[in-house]
Structures are given as C-alpha cells and as structure tokens.
C-alpha cells in the first residue's frame, strides 16, 4: 500500500497550474504523475510536497538545457505549496523512441547517435549540474540503506542477491571509474532512455530529449549504458542488438568499453527509490 497521494489528489489543476483540460499520460517511469492537455501542446509533471526539490531542480535543468542550443521543452509553469509541486513544460511535438517499430528505431538511429553526441559536446563548464559517479553512489547507497531498490529496474540475475552485496561490488570499482571520469565528463542526459528522445514520427528526425531531472556532468557512459541497453527492448535479438550497439559506437565516435558499460548500467537501478 502507499501513502503517497493519487494521480487525481495531484492534478495540476489541484496543485495550481491554472486551467486546461488535462490528462493522465501512464508512461512515465518516476513516480511522479505526468498529465498531457487536450490539445497537446502542455505536459504537467506533479509530485507531492516531499518531493518538490527534485522536480525543481528538473525545473532549472530544462531552463538551463534550452539555452544551450540543445532541443528539448521549455518551462511554462511552476507551482509548489503544501499539496505539491507541478512543473508545465512545452510539448515536444512526436513519439517516444520506445514506442517505434525496430525499423524506424534503426532509421533514427545515427541521428539519435548525432543528437547525444551534440548534447555530450556542450561544453562542461557552462554546465551548473552534477550527476557525478560520486553523487550517484551517495545516492544509491541511501536507497540501498533504506532498502527501497526496485527489484523490478535490476537485471533479472541481479534480482536474488541483496542490493547492499550489489552494492559493495560497484564500490570496489569507483576508484577507476572515478578516474574515468574524470578524464570525460561530459553534459549527461542522465537518464538517457528511450522513451525519453522524442522523434518525429514522419521524418524519424530527434525532436527532443525529455525527462531532464538527472541531466548534469558526468561519464559520458551513463548515458551509453542506458541508451544501448533500453533499445535492446526493441532491438529484435541479440545479434542485432550487437550491431546497433557497434552502429552507434561508429556515428558516435568510440570504441565501447564493455566493462564500463555495465558498471554504469548496474549502478543506476540501485539510485532509484
Ligand atoms: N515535454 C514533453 N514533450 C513530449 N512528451 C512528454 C513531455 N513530458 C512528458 N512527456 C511524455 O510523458 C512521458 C512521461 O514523462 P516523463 O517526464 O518522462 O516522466 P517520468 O519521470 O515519469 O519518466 C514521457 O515518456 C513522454 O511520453
Ligand atoms: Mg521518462
């Protein structure tokens, strides 16, 4: 059971966000309730009061993001009170990348390695945010202390050992992955998943990236690791799976370390909850 309130005690209209004929959109990954307006043109993200930091700061990332010639939606309204907080954001008009059939996917797909890398080239000191190796690992060993992973976001062989033992083996890693790091940071995404690129479903363009809560400097692998990984869901088996990982690698311009790869892929599942 949750004591969180409902989708319905956190409309925006409840929390303030003035008129319109809003929504549900149930795609969403957070836990956060996300609206769309009739026509289509809004989208309203609402979460209660305890969790009004977080989506304030996704507030100030979007702001940030569309002044850096990167596309993405624009911040039109924002309320926070005692009953919640609710960010309106523009409408990037299109699809969710997960919701395309493989072979427009694959047609996209240079173009998805373009965006990222354009995004990955904004230049890191203009960037204010931090979504640093040793930010995440503060992050997830909180969850983990809390014993609040997911089991449902870790890879299923990963979901019969306990999360602090999960843990422990990332940590013995940091040391070089901090190294890493530190020699190529970049302006991450942060939570570089499918359904948040946006394409135009007609031309297969990158309309935009949603979903800007965790975007700030980091190795440019945390979003590799969960872009690559999320298109292997759409991706038809694994040996075409392999092939875009390699597509990508080539239009993006880098030869993929696997190792780090998956070091960031396992670590992101124990920073939520
Ligand atoms: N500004 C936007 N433009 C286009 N689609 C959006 C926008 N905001 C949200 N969406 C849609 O709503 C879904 C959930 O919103 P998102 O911000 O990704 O929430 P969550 O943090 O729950 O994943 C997205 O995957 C997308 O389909
Ligand atoms: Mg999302």
Redesign the pocket.
């Known amino acids: 059971m949750s004591d969180r309130p409902g989708p319905r005690a956190m409309s925006p209209v409840l929390l303030g966000a003035g008129g319109g004929d809003w929504s549900p ?1 149930t ?6 309730a ?1 609206f ?1 307006d009739a026509d289509a043109t ?2 309203a ?1 609402c979460v209660p009061a305890a969790d009004a930091a977080g989506l304030r700061a ?1 507030r100030d990332r979007v702001a940030w993001l569309n002044d850096q010639g990167v596309p ?2 624009r911040v039109l309204d924002w309320h926070s009170g005692d009953t919640g907080a609710c960010l309106v ?8 990348a ?2 395309v059939p493989a072979e427009d996917l694959r047609a996209a797909w240079e173009r998805i390695a373009d965006a990222v890398r354009r995004l990955h080239e904004v230049p890191v000191p203009r960037c204010p945010f931090r979504r640093d190796l040793d930010a995440m690992v503060a992050l997830a060993r909180d969850v983990v202390a809390r014993d609040a992973v997911k089991a449902e976001f870790l890879p299923v062989e990963q979901r019969h050992t306990p999360p602090g033992e999960l843990l422990d083996r990332l940590v013995r890693q940091v040391p070089r992955r901090r190294e890493q790091e530190t020699a190529d940071t970049v302006v991450c995404h942060g ?1 570089l998943c499918l ?2 690129i ?1 394409l135009d479903p007609r031309t297969l363009d990158v ?2 990236f ?4 965790r975007l700030g400097r980091a190795d440019r692998y945390a979003d590799l690791a969960l872009l690559l990984t999320s298109a292997r869901e759409t991706w038809e088996d694994e040996e075409r799976g392999r092939a875009a990982d390699t597509a990508f690698a080539e239009r993006y311009g880098i030869v993929l370390d696997h190792d780090r790869l998956r070091f960031h892929l396992h670590l992101d599942p124990l920073t939520w909850g």
Not at 27 to 32: K, V
Not at 89 to 96: C, F, L, M
Request: charged share 25%; aromatic share 2%.
């Open positions: 959109v795609a969403g990954e957070s836990g956060a996300v769309r809004r989208y993200k996704e993405g939606p954001t523009s409408a990037v008009p299109g699809v969710s997960d919701q939570d359904p948040n946006i309309s935009g949603i979903d800007l809560g």
